[in-house]
């Protein structure tokens, strides 16, 4: 309610500004239509007293070369600027926020509120905890109002995530905390699919690239860098348009690129487990992701006494498996009662 309210207080004041424009603009042209006269007057009695006074002189032409110095710069300055701004619209680029101020954030909350409310959302990060999970992050009031999402993660448990948090020098982005964060978004997305929205989670093996999220006809971008937090790196916003020539087509279609690849499974919300498709969309394999986080500690703690990671997977297949059959079962009967 407070947001609807506030949405109409800043409606009100924008139609208002604009018409102050107007009425300040008709007030300044009668206003100078008015004193034309008499500056004209006093501008010829000026020029009578230092027209023989060859220092005057001299120092009036100074003062007029200086100020059409200063004009023709401002001029050149506004036309390589309109041309600067012409060619960011044409690429899409609509907003860019170089570093993230309180002032900042608050502006990108109430944009992607705005942009992402009754729409699908398409998320591409790494553990999705600033974006999804925490309170006050950019889309933790937009997810109850989109219509369906679609989220892309960074599998926890792969080599290129152990990587790229150990390659960040920072003590709270450990390993262990990264799989923590991964895990809580994974909750909200259950929650979020038992109220009845078209949530998919899909992860991905390889280092993350980019934190992108499209909301419609708008697309928010930021990049990992190897070493430093996305939080530091500056975000940008390109906006969709109808000759699909800006930057939004490109990384839109890498989105979907990334979505349709066969090569990265999907995360079953119900049952906890990695499906694996074929290329025309048919099921091959599922996998049990705690069967991950099981085979990596048994791998880590069976390499002491000359057991391969091999051997452990083949050791532990059974009662993975069994497990496996025990939760369908359980499930099997809560959905009879």
């Not at 023989?52 to 009036?60: E, N, Q, R, T």
């Not at 300055?77 to 101020?101: E, K, Q, W």
């Amino acid at each position: 309610m407070f947001h609807d309210f506030w949405s109409t207080v800043r409606a009100f004041f924008r139609d208002a500004a604009g018409s102050l424009y107007h009425i300040i603009v008709v007030a300044l042209s009668a206003g100078i239509a008015l004193l034309l006269p008499a500056g004209a007057r006093q501008f010829l009695s000026f020029w009578s007293r230092v027209e023989h006074d060859k220092f005057s002189l001299i120092a009036v032409e100074m003062a007029v070369a200086v100020l059409l110095i200063a004009g023709l710069s401002y001029i050149h300055r506004s036309i390589r600027d309109r041309a600067l701004a012409a060619a960011a619209t044409g690429a899409g680029l609509v907003s860019f926020f170089p570093h993230r101020a309180r002032g900042a954030e608050r502006r990108i909350k109430e944009l992607k509120e705005e942009q992402g409310t009754g729409r699908t959302i398409k998320v591409m990060g790494s553990s999705g905890s600033s974006t999804l999970v925490d309170q006050v992050g950019d889309l933790s009031s937009v997810l109850d109002k989109c219509l369906s999402a679609k989220i892309l993660l960074v599998n926890p448990y792969s080599q290129e995530a152990s990587a790229r948090i150990q390659a960040i020098d920072h003590p709270q982005n450990t390993l262990a905390a990264f799989r923590n964060e991964v895990h809580q978004s994974i909750t909200l997305l259950k929650r979020l699919k038992a109220m009845g929205k078209a949530v998919k989670l899909k992860l991905y093996a390889d280092p993350p690239l980019m934190k992108m999220v499209i909301l419609g006809d708008y697309l928010w971008l930021q990049h990992y860098h190897a070493d430093v937090d996305v939080q530091a790196m500056p975000e940008y916003v390109l906006q969709h348009n109808r000759k699909d020539h800006g930057l939004y087509t490109l990384y839109a279609h890498y989105f979907e690129q990334r979505w349709a690849s066969v090569e990265i499974p999907e995360y079953d919300l119900e049952t906890d487990e990695l499906i694996y498709r074929s290329r025309a969309g048919q099921e091959i394999r599922r996998e049990r992701f705690e069967s991950q986080r099981a085979l990596e500690e048994a791998g880590t703690s069976v390499a002491m006494i000359g057991i391969t990671p091999e051997d452990a997977q083949r050791a532990l297949a059974p009662a993975l498996e069994h497990q496996r059959e025990r939760r369908i079962a359980s499930m099997s009967q809560h959905s009879s009662t």
